[in-house]
């Protein structure tokens, strides 16, 4: 696995991201993910991908700095900073949050298979 093969898959998430684009975020992140939220809450992809299905998560402005890829075996761990501005069932989200994310090579495909944020004061 190449550094710039999961730099170009976390653009792509990034931007599905942004676009609220279920299709694609169906395709990236792994059927069995978990990730845990800035409040100590753990969702899954199904919970995730309802979020923007439903509208209640929108998506203003995302822009990812301070990126680090680290290739272990099969996996990526990405740590990355995102500046978010948007709102998540009409509560406000703008900050700077750290994430860090772990990729996997399932088939020829990326996948997010696990991930967690927090936000940064």
């Known amino acids: 696995m190449k550094i710039e093969t999961v730099i170009d898959a976390e653009i792509e998430l990034l931007t599905a991201i942004k676009k609220s684009d279920v299709l694609a975020l169906e395709t990236i992140l792994h059927d069995d993910l978990l990730f845990n939220m800035p409040d ?6 199904e919970f995730d991908l309802q979020s923007y299905r439903s509208g209640k ?3 203003d402005f995302l822009e990812a700095t ?19 501005k948007g709102s998540y069932d009409n509560n406000p989200i703008n900050g ?26």
């Open 57 to 59: 998560m929108k998506i």
């Open 40 to 45: 100590g809450q753990t969702i899954t992809k």
């Open 96 to 121: 700077v949050f750290k994430y860090i994310r772990v990729w996997k090579k399932i088939g020829k495909n990326l996948k997010v298979i696990a991930g967690s944020c927090v936000q940064l004061a």
């Open 66 to 84: 301070d990126q680090i890829v680290n290739i272990i075996e099969s996996a990526a761990v990405v740590a990355v900073a995102v500046s978010l």
